[in-house]
């Protein structure tokens, strides 16, 4: 089946600092891939979706000045959290989608702001 | 905002036994997918059932969706212990966007 990688896996980070998160799909071409926050035991919410060479779409209540998405290319999209805070650790996961409907996800990356 | 409805919120059996989880939603939809996540780690494609489908089947799963009552079910037969994970059952609209539930924590005990 499809291939989704997300990088890191896991991360650390000072309150202030910026993080940035790369998820790919390694054998396919992805028209629109989403991004998602998962806190725990809870379920994933999307945050917002990204077609190549376009701006994303942010879901209401999601500040796109502090979660920067860039989808570069057809197997690319990277998430960077700006001036991360300690709220904004939780479990980032990414989704590729070629054109049927089955979204393909990443392993998911593992954010603590300390 | 979370759609998906699922309960129950956990369940635990006994290895062998089958494991039955439900999803209600609340709008129109093209299709509902299940998911499988194992602890801190990605979703795991299930299955899709369209919205013109009422039971699919793949290996030892099985979902029904009842359009009507805005409700699906999965059912796992025979239940091993790899299958402890949560279940997310997602629901897809015209804007082709996934909306999940809250899940359901499954642990099959040996």
């Known amino acids: 089946g499809a291939v989704v990688s997300q990088h890191p896996s896991w991360v650390i980070c000072k309150s202030g600092t910026s993080v940035k998160i790369e998820c790919r799909s390694l054998d396919f071409q992805a028209t629109t891939m989403f991004w998602y926050r998962q806190f725990p035991k809870q379920s994933l919410m999307l945050m917002a979706t990204s077609n190549e060479g376009s701006k994303a779409t942010y879901e209401q209540g999601v500040e796109k000045d502090k979660f920067l998405i860039n989808h570069a290319s057809l197997t690319l999209s990277t998430l960077t959290v700006t001036s991360a805070h300690p709220e904004d650790s939780s479990f980032y996961i990414c989704s590729a989608r070629e054109t049927s409907s089955t979204q393909y996800f990443g392993p998911g990356t593992r954010l603590t702001v300390l | 905002s979370q759609q998906g409805e699922e309960d129950p919120q956990a369940l635990s059996i006994q290895e062998g036994e089958n494991a039955t989880m439900n999803c209600s939603y609340k709008?129109?939809?093209?299709?509902l997918q299940w998911y499988r996540q194992n602890s801190g780690r990605g979703l795991v494609h299930l299955i899709l059932?369209?919205?013109?489908?009422r039971e699919k089947h793949s290996g030892r799963l099985r979902v029904t969706l009842d359009t009507s009552k805005k409700s699906s079910s999965l059912l796992i037969t025979a239940s091993r212990a790899a299958d402890t994970a949560s279940y997310f059952c997602a629901t897809e609209n015209g804007a082709q966007k996934l909306v999940f539930g809250q899940g359901t924590r499954l642990t099959i005990n040996p």
């Open positions: 709008t129109s939809i093209n299709n």
């Open positions: 059932i369209r919205s013109n489908e």
